[in-house]
C-alpha cells in the first residue's frame, strides 16, 4: 500500500519506497554524526592523547571538509549519475567510519572524520536530489519531503542519546562503529532500488579551478569563524584568514561568471527567488539549530549537573517533537502554502529559543527545558520539509544535484558559522568564569541570540519567497 501511493507521482519502473528509505537511511546517518560525537569528547581526548585545542578538530574535520565539498559533490551527482555518486559516497563514509573506530593515535582520526565529510559531501546532495527527481510533485512529494526532513531532525538529536549510552556504557570507538551497519544497508538499498541515471548532456570539460576555489574558499572562511575560539575576532590571524577567503570566493565567481568550462554552478540559480530564499532562511535554521543543541546539552552538564546518558534521555522530548512537527507540516502541506509553513514554524521557533534563554543556574530539567525543548523542536519540524521542497522548486532536472549540494552547504556552513558566532558571545558574557552562574549566563545569551536568527530567517520567507511555492510546483508538475 505504502509503495502504489508513491508511484502515482514517480516514473514507471522505479521503487519509490525502498527509494525514500535508503534516502532516509542517510540523512539520518550524516545528521547522527554531526551529533553522536560531542558526549564522547573527553573520552577521546584521554584514549588518543588529544590537547585541549586539538581535540575540536575532531569535530571540526568533518565540518570542515563537509560543508566545503558539498558544492562539488552535487555537481558530480548532475554530472556522473545520482546512483553513482550516492554508493560511491556511501563506501567512502562507511570505510573512514571504520577506520575512525580502530584509531590508535589523534592523527588517525582526525584523517578518518575529514573522510567521512567527503563521503557526506558525495552523498548527502546526491540523496536529497534523487528524492526530488522520484517525487517531484503532488501529495507523493510533500509525504516524502515529510519523511526526510523528520529522519533529518531525528538523527541530529537522536546522535545526543545514542552518543551518551555509547559513551557511558560501551566505549568512544563506537561513536564511529555506529555509522558502518547504516552505510552497508543505505548501500544495498539503493544498489537495489535506484536506477542507473541516463548520460548526462555535458556542456565541456569539468571547472576544476572553480571547484577547487569554492571550497578552498568555504572551508577557510569556516576555518577562520571556528579558530575565534583563540584568536580573537580583531587579531590579525582571524582578518588575515577571512581576508583570504573572500579572496577566494571572489575569485570562484569571476571564474563561474567567465569559464567556458562546464561551471561548478550557474550564478543564474541565485535569481531564482525559491533558491536563494530558501537558501537564506536555511542558513539561518541551521546556525540556530546547531546552537540549541550545543547550549542545551552544555546547560544539562555543565550547570545542573547532569551524566552524558542522562543528558541523551532527555533530548528525547526535542527529537519527537521534530518528528512531530514534521507529521503536522505533512498534513498541512496538502492544504497550506509552504512559505506559510516556514512563518509559522520560524516563529514558533523563535518562541522556543526565547523561552530557553530564561534559563537559570539553579533551574531544572522540568522546568527550564522540557517546555522550550517541545516548542521549538515542533517549530524546527514545521520548517524542515517546506524549506527543501521550496529549494529544488523551478529548478531544471540537471541542476537538482547542484541546488541540492546548495542546499546542504548552507545548512552546514550556517550551523559552523553559527555556532562560532553565538558561541563566542556566550563566551565573552561568562568573562572566563566556571561557576554555574557564569555559565548560565552565557548559554542563555547564545540561545537569546538564536531567536533573533530565526526572526531573521521568517523575515526572509516574507519578503524573498513571496511569489514561489504554488507556481513553482504547478511548474513542476507540468514538465
Not at 540549541?292 to 550547570?303: C, E, G, T
Amino acid at each position: 500500500m505504502f509503495r502504489n501511493k508513491f508511484e502515482k507521482s514517480v516514473a514507471r519502473g522505479t521503487r519509490p519506497g525502498l527509494i525514500l528509505a535508503a534516502v532516509a537511511v542517510v540523512q539520518f546517518m550524516v545528521s547522527l554524526d554531526l551529533s553522536v560525537v560531542n558526549l564522547g569528547l573527553p573520552q577521546i581526548a584521554v584514549a588518543l592523547g588529544f590537547s585541549e585545542v586539538g581535540l575540536t578538530w575532531v569535530i571540526h574535520a568533518y565540518a570542515l571538509t563537509f560543508g566545503g565539498l558539498l558544492l562539488l559533490g552535487g555537481k558530480l551527482a548532475d554530472r556522473y549519475g545520482r546512483k553513482r555518486v550516492l554508493l560511491f559516497g556511501l563506501a567512502v563514509f562507511g570505510l573512514a567510519s571504520l577506520a575512525g573506530g580502530f584509531a590508535q593515535v589523534a592523527g588517525h582520526l582526525v584523517a578518518a572524520r575529514a573522510a567521512q565529510g567527503v563521503g557526506a559531501a558525495a552523498l548527502a546532495p546526491a540523496a536529497l536530489s534523487l528524492l526530488t527527481a522520484t517525487f517531484p510533485a503532488g501529495k507523493a512529494r510533500v509525504r516524502a519531503f515529510g519523511v526526510w526532513s523528520a529522519t533529518n531532525a531525528a538523527g541530529g538529536a537522536l546522535g545526543v542519546l545514542i552518543g551518551g549510552l555509547l559513551t557511558e556504557y560501551a566505549s568512544w570507538r563506537w561513536l564511529m562503529f555506529v555509522n558502518v551497519p547504516m552505510a552497508a544497508g543505505a548501500l544495498a538499498l539503493a544498489w537495489r532500488s535506484v536506477a542507473t541515471d541516463p548520460p548526462a548532456v555535458r556542456r565541456g570539460r569539468p571547472d576544476v579551478l572553480g571547484a577547487i576555489l569554492a571550497t578552498a574558499g568555504m572551508t577557510l572562511f569556516v576555518f577562520g569563524v571556528l579558530r575565534t575560539d583563540r584568536h580573537s575576532w580583531t587579531s590579525l590571524v582571524t582578518w588575515a584568514t577571512l581576508a583570504i577567503a573572500v579572496v577566494l570566493l571572489a575569485g570562484f565567481i569571476y571564474v563561474e561568471r567567465t569559464t567556458t568550462r562546464d561551471p561548478l554552478i550557474r550564478l543564474g540559480l541565485f535569481t531564482n527567488r525559491a533558491v536563494a530564499g530558501a537558501n537564506g532562511f536555511n542558513l539561518l535554521l541551521g546556525a540556530a539549530m546547531t546552537s540549541a543543541f550545543y547550549f542545551a546539552s552544555l546547560y544539562l552538564q555543565r550547570v545542573l549537573g547532569t551524566g552524558p546518558a542522562a543528558t541523551g534521555f532527555e533530548f528525547l522530548p526535542f527529537a519527537l517533537g521534530v518528528v512531530a512537527g514534521a507529521v503536522l507540516a505533512v498534513k498541512l502541506g496538502y492544504r497550506v502554502d509552504p512559505r506559510t509553513l516556514l512563518v509559522g514554524g520560524g516563529l514558533l521557533t523563535a518562541a522556543g529559543f526565547a523561552w530557553f534563554g530564561l534559563i537559570s543556574a539553579d533551574g531544572s530539567f522540568l522546568v527550564d527545558v522540557l517546555g522550550p525543548s517541545i516548542v521549538t523542536s515542533v517549530g524546527i519540524g514545521l520548517c524542515l520539509g517546506p524549506v527543501v521542497s521550496i529549494a529544488t522548486l523551478g529548478v531544471a532536472p540537471h541542476e537538482t544535484g547542484t541546488a541540492s549540494g546548495l542546499l546542504a552547504s548552507s545548512r552546514q556552513i550556517g550551523a559552523s558559522l553559527g555556532l562560532a558566532v553565538l558561541g563566542t558571545a556566550a563566551h565573552r558574557r561568562t568573562g572566563g568564569g566556571g561557576t554555574a552562574e557564569a555559565l548560565n549566563d552565557g548559554y542563555a545569551l547564545g540561545l537569546r541570540l538564536g531567536a533573533v536568527l530565526l526572526v531573521g530567517a521568517v523575515v526572509i520567507a516574507f519578503t524573498v519567497l513571496r511569489s514561489t511555492s504554488r507556481e513553482a510546483e504547478q511548474m513542476v508538475s507540468s514538465r
